[in-house]
């Protein structure tokens, strides 16, 4: 299996939100697992060679969770869902992506800054 992009892995990390506060490298851990990768996908790194690609699309799916209002940071390097969170989680849908967070204005004005 190919490592998934960032959009694919918003509504996986959402989840793992779901039972409360979430270490980030918890998270890489329990949706690498998920998604099967092998131990090469697993150690494949970035051209920058800091950071595995599997570990750096979790994070970037977070931060746009976070910056949609659905999970929030509690600390350093973890989050926790929020009440909009548990709300899509109440009747998900298949996918979130960029397109999914735009219904949020937080994420739309995000949007429009950059």
Known sequence: MAIPDFQTLMLPVLRTSADGEMRIGDAV???AAEFQLSEDERAHLLPSGRQSTFANRVHWA???LG???LITLSGRGRF???QRGREVLASPPKRIDIKYLQRFPEFAAFRNET
Do not use: E, H
């Open 80 to 82: 926790i869902i929020t």
């Open 29 to 31: 851990d329990r949706l």
């Open 62 to 64: 977070k931060s746009y």
């Open 67 to 69: 910056k949609a209002g």
